[in-house]
């Protein structure tokens, strides 16, 4: 069973169209919770760290929030170069700061 | 200041050949990590390190091998290619403090095995 599940798997925006993708995670112990921005032929690229319920980070036109069961990214107003592969991660306790992935979410903003 | 650096970006082996990958980082992390990402996989975790002169296995570590003899760089094996190890590599670095968990990714290495 996946610890890390994201949603949806691909999302298509129009330029200025706001939107949210969303991490659930079933891991216990939650150290953090991450997400990676990716663009293709990249490696990923740190965006924010939430380490527990009712957090909230903010970057530009991102925002990360995070419950005792999932995180949503939500993208505001978004521009043709937010268009990336957008990856949620988590440590849980005791894994000595082993990082465990989602498969992503596709993010396509058309001008 | 760099951050992660790997080389080499491209690489392709036959089945049977040996290859080594170099994962160099200015940021002085004690915690280094290679992962392997393969379509509709996500990144996995292949070997870590804590330290220099320490490793330890993560999610898919067979056919493989690392050494950390350098703090600053953290090397990963393929003694005998397989085409299963036909894929794109990411080595990642942290600091390991209480409360900073995040890793820095390199570029990547896309390694094709025929």
């Known amino acids: 069973e996946d610890q890390v599940t994201q949603s949806p798997e691909a999302l298509r925006l129009q330029e200025g169209e706001s939107s949210s993708l969303n991490c659930s995670y079933t891991v216990s112990g939650l150290r953090g919770l991450f997400w990676y921005r990716q663009d293709p032929g990249k490696g990923p690229e740190f965006l924010f760290t939430l380490y527990s319920a009712g957090e909230e980070k903010e970057k530009e036109r991102l925002k990360a929030t995070l419950t005792k069961k999932e995180s949503f990214l939500h993208i505001t107003a978004p521009k043709p170069e937010d268009s990336a592969t957008y990856l949620c991660a988590v440590i849980q306790g005791g894994s000595n700061y082993k990082l465990t992935f989602g498969k992503g979410t596709l993010l396509t903003v058309n001008p | 200041n760099a951050g992660v650096t790997q080389t080499p970006k491209f690489r392709v082996l036959k089945t049977g050949q040996s290859m080594t990958l170099l994962c160099a980082q200015d940021?002085?992390?004690?915690?280094m990590y290679w992962y392997r990402q393969d379509p509709g996989m996500g990144l996995r975790l292949i070997h870590y390190?804590?330290?220099?002169?320490?490793?330890a296995k993560g999610e898919v570590p067979d056919g493989y091998n690392v050494s950390r003899l350098k703090k600053q760089n953290f090397l990963l094996g393929l003694e005998s290619a397989a085409p299963s190890q036909t894929s794109v590599y990411f080595c990642?670095?942290?600091?390991?403090?209480?409360?900073?968990?995040?890793?820095?990714f390199g570029p990547g290495t896309r390694l094709t095995v025929t």
């Open positions: 940021m002085n992390h004690e915690y």
């Open positions: 990642a670095s942290s600091s390991g403090l209480a409360g900073a968990y995040e890793q820095y």
């Open positions: 390190s804590v330290g220099e002169g320490t490793t």
